[in-house]
């Protein structure tokens, strides 16, 4: 989908917008080039799936063990915001491998770039943040933490909902290949959970704890990612190895339209309404006289063919 000038917010933010963070979070991090959702059905699968990789990305550990540390938090989201740089590129380029003999990678060129460009904004409102945060906690001018916080509140709004975005259209490769969103969260989900895995590092939790909030978090996701792409493959036929050019274009998302009278009825049986309606009108005109009397009605006598006298007079 190529992105034209202007298209990136749509139109969607105006000057007022700059003291809402939300909104201009809603149209920087979901850009207007970003199609939108095919199935509600899957849509929903998308909002699990977001919490879910919002867990194995964060770690439910940073609010339970010690209680909530926020710098910690930031730390872990920018630990998480590194290696989606460096791995959401590596598993989109190793599905260009794949798709190599359905099309080339000059046709996919333009939303490539602009998912990349959407991961580096993303990844710098992190890191400004973390900086932000670092600066306040390390001053003690009540000028410098007084501006300072301010703008760090509104980053911390702006950067939250960016989060949010983000995790559920995956930096916009969903303009690519729409199954490209539901990988791209299960390979980073599992990414994250697997230095764990692996060190043993269950960051101060039982061991059952550990692994049920280590792997619960990746699996979920997994789950929910296979979910939404067999959907995406049983209802308009959407496959992961197949090249995003060699797909049918997909319908546009709307209203179902109305089914025409009778469709979807078992053979046999008449479609809904009084089987008695007399029709309405006759097609082919009255079928009898130009007087219009009904055929039955009662006619006068009628008269003889001569004059009715007695032949013996009288």
Not at 107 to 116: E, V, W, Y
Not at 184 to 190: E, F, G, I, P, Y
Not at 278 to 298: I, S
Request: hydrophobic letters at 45%; glycine letters at 10%.
């Amino acid at each position: 989908m190529a992105r034209t000038r202007g298209s990136w917010t749509g139109g969607r933010l105006t000057v007022r917008s700059v003291i809402k963070p939300h909104d201009v979070a809603q149209a920087v991090f979901h850009p207007a080039w970003i199609p939108p959702p095919l199935d509600p059905s899957v849509e929903r699968l998308k909002r699990f799936r977001v919490i879910a990789g919002a867990v194995a990305s964060l770690g439910v550990y940073t609010f339970i063990e010690g209680g909530f540390d926020f710098t910690e938090l930031l730390e872990n989201a920018m630990t998480a915001s590194v290696v989606l740089l460096f791995l959401t590129p590596l598993t989109v380029g190793a599905m260009l491998w794949v798709w190599r003999r359905g099309g080339t990678v000059r046709q996919l060129r333009r939303p490539l770039l602009n998912s990349l460009l959407l991961l580096l904004l993303f990844v710098g409102c992190v890191a400004a943040l973390l900086l932000l945060v670092r600066t306040v906690n390390g001053t003690a001018n009540p000028v410098v933490i007084i501006g300072v916080g301010l703008t760090m509140m509104w980053m911390l709004i702006f950067t939250a909902y960016g989060a949010v975005r983000v995790s559920g259209n995956f930096f916009g490769t969903a303009a690519t290949h729409r199954c490209l969103p539901p990988l791209l969260a299960m390979v980073t989900s599992w990414l994250v959970a697997v230095p764990d895995l692996v060190t043993g590092d269950l960051h101060g939790l039982s061991l059952t704890l550990g692994i049920v909030f280590i792997l619960g978090a990746p699996v979920t996701v997994t789950a929910l990612a296979l979910l939404e792409m067999g959907r995406l493959k049983r209802r308009y036929g959407i496959r992961l190895k197949a090249h995003p050019a060699t797909l049918a274009p997909a319908p546009a998302p709307g209203p179902v339209p109305p089914m025409p009278p009778g469709m979807g009825l078992p053979p046999g049986m008449p479609p809904a309404g009084s089987p008695y309606l007399p029709p309405q009108g006759n097609p082919y005109g009255h079928p009898y006289a130009p007087g219009g009397q009904h055929p039955y009605a009662p006619h006068p006598h009628p008269q003889p063919p001569y004059n009715p006298q007695h032949p013996y007079g009288g």
